[in-house]
């Protein structure tokens, strides 16, 4: 409670990671279509990403992918479902 306002820190998925690992949501959806915002929020964050945090962000997108795909399978939500595929299928051919 503050100033009459209750605020509420949710550490259900916290854990130690690497940085990049936050950033497996955005690498999924939004950034491969809008590079400027991928710009933007690093910038706002005060970060570059080196050849190392590409590359482990990718290894963390990918363990992301498939386990909302997992998730979307085992919920019964079809679109959640075909979206982590499609990202899913676009890392890895990004891969080859």
């Known amino acids: 409670m503050h100033n009459d ?3 509420v820190i949710d550490f259900e998925w916290a854990g130690v990671d690497a940085w990049v690992a936050d950033l497996a949501c955005l690498h999924l959806g939004i950034w491969p279509s809008r590079p400027d915002l991928q710009e933007a929020f690093l910038n706002g964050y005060g970060r570059t990403l ?3 945090d590409r590359n482990t962000l990718r290894g963390c997108a990918v363990l992301t992918a498939v386990w909302l795909l997992v998730k979307a ?3 019964c939500e079809p679109s959640f479902e075909d979206a982590s595929r499609t990202a899913l299928g676009r ?6």
């Open 5 to 7: 306002a209750l605020y």
């Open 50 to 52: 080196s050849v190392t």
């Open 73 to 75: 399978h085992e919920t």
């Open 91 to 96: 890392l890895i051919r990004s891969a080859a």
